[in-house]
């Protein structure tokens, strides 16, 4: 199975300022279609998991610009521009290339 | 708007089946390029992919669970379901339903609310 290691697991953020969540996997996700099937879910408190971002870098319909994703082959990386009070949550990285489909442990991002 | 909605037992003994359903309302289950599939969460060890089934492309399973695993569609329903048969504590978990895109642009974009699954004697 593809392994994806998210980093870091807990990260308290200020409103206003930025956060930066990592995952690597343990093969390539890079496809032959020169996509890298990555996405990323967050899971607010209470609440079922929520696509964010698709094919790395790909926004999900009604995702504020905020967020963002960027990386290629085994490095990826989550970026939010201004945390705002609602992005508390879980947030995991996802690889939907190889099956079976597997989940990074997830990244706690709670305010200050 | 697609919803999906769980139900099922949710407290099994071991050895026992645990049958879950999946409701969808705003979608057709024989839609295509779509797949109906289950995902369970664990406290410990986080989220769980374990299966989905398809109305004309096939079912997949997680080789983890592929030997007590059984994903169908009920079209006259517009439901699906999951069996796991010979069930013991490590099963004991949130089990999510979800709608899975697997166009070229894969994805999980609905998920049903969850319902906890017991395992206890």
């Known amino acids: 199975d593809v392994v994806m290691t998210q980093s870091p697991l807990s990260l308290p953020v200020t409103p206003g300022e930025p956060a930066s969540i990592s995952c690597r996997s343990s093969q390539s996700l890079l496809y032959s279609n020169g996509k890298n099937y990555v996405n990323w879910y967050v899971q607010r408190p209470g609440q079922s998991p929520q696509l964010l971002i698709y094919l790395a870098s790909n926004r999900a319909s009604g995702v504020p610009d905020r967020f963002s994703g960027s990386g290629s082959g085994t490095d990826f990386t989550l970026e939010i521009s201004r945390v705002e009070a609602e992005d508390v949550g879980v947030y995991y990285c996802m690889q939907p290339l190889r099956s079976p489909w597997t989940f990074g442990q997830g990244t706690k991002v709670d305010i200050k | 708007q697609v919803q999906l909605q769980e139900s099922g037992p949710g407290l099994l003994k071991p050895s026992q089946t645990l049958s879950l359903t999946c409701s969808v309302s705003?979608?057709?289950?024989?839609?295509?390029?779509?797949?109906w599939g289950w995902v369970r969460q664990h406290p410990e060890t986080g989220l769980e992919w374990i299966g989905c089934?398809?109305?004309?492309?096939?079912?997949y399973y997680n080789p983890s669970l592929e030997s007590r695993v059984t994903i169908s569609l009920d079209m006259s329903q517009n439901h699906f379901s999951l069996k796991l048969n010979s069930v013991t504590a490590a099963d004991s978990a949130l089990y999510y339903c979800a709608r899975e895109s697997r166009t070229g642009i894969n994805y999980i974009d609905y998920w049903g609310q969850g319902t906890l699954v017991t395992v206890s004697s």
């Open positions: 705003g979608g057709s289950v024989t839609r295509g390029n779509y797949f």
């Open positions: 089934t398809s109305y004309s492309e096939g079912t």
